[in-house]
């Protein structure tokens, strides 16, 4: 991924030092640049911002910035320091929480309570230590009223045994017994091969900037890595949903 970054990046140094147009032709222009040196980039926004000057593009997920002129290419977090606002961030938030919406719960193995209050997303891993920790308390983040929708993310990668381990799991007929057993390193019998969504959950990881598990993403796009025990999750959301208005 960097070596494809740094080549558009070089790129757009090259091909748009000397350019000053209007915001359509810029737009075209970067596209055009983007498929000269990365035939198969496709970007899915590019925009201007409200800091004078400056493109917003974001491609596979990820944002970098451009200058008006196309000289300068920047990677990296934009604060409005008037506001204390992480605009880079922000923009982060709604992406993952964009994505995260797309995906259909039947792909996913959802444990809820009766009446759920909040839902959280996680990216797990069946040989993860902290994930088989985490699912211990599965039934205590129930009864708080909390929904867990969980989504495949083998940490070695596609092809591992921890990703064969996650398609066995989702091709069980009883997911929710199947992910449990195979969290306490049990076996699970009578397991078929399926078409499951294993490899494309872990690539959605992979692209919103997953790279530890168990990774928590909230509703507003909020992403939170590592094992958060019950009672302090249901704070976190509680403070979460206020600050949210």
């Known amino acids: 991924m960097y070596l494809i970054f740094n ?22 222009s970067i596209k055009e640049s983007l ?10 926004s590019i925009k201007s911002i409200s800091v ?27 604060i409005d320091l008037a506001t204390r606002t992480n605009l880079t961030e922000k923009r982060v938030k709604a992406i993952r929480a964009a994505a995260i919406s797309e995906l259909d719960e039947k792909d996913m193995i959802v444990f809820t309570p009766k009446d759920p209050k909040y839902t959280v997303n996680i990216f797990t891993d069946i040989d993860c230590p902290y994930c088989r920790q985490m699912h211990q308390h ?22 591992s045994s921890s990703y064969d381990k996650a398609a066995n799991v989702w091709c069980a007929q009883d997911k929710q017994k199947a992910i449990t057993l195979a969290k306490a390193d049990k076996p699970i019998k009578n397991t078929a091969q399926c078409t499951n969504p294993v490899a494309d959950q872990f690539l959605l990881g992979e692209k919103i900037g997953v790279n530890a598990t168990p990774t928590f993403i909230l509703k507003d796009g909020t992403m939170i890595p590592g094992f958060i025990r019950p009672s302090s999750l249901i704070k976190l959301l509680e403070q979460n949903a206020n600050s949210a208005g």
């Open 7 to 28: 080549s558009i990046f070089l790129s757009i140094l090259i091909t748009f030092s000397s350019l000053g147009i209007a915001d359509e032709q810029q737009e075209n």
């Open 52 to 78: 004078p000057n400056l493109y917003e593009v974001i491609l596979d997920g990820q944002i970098f910035y451009l200058t008006q002129d196309g000289r300068y290419a920047i990677q990296g977090q934009i």
């Open 138 to 159: 599965i039934d205590e983040y129930n009864k708080l009223g909390i929904k867990v929708r969980y989504l495949a993310f083998p940490r070695a990668g596609i092809g």
């Open 35 to 44: 498929k000269r040196w990365a035939p198969d980039a496709k970007p899915q």
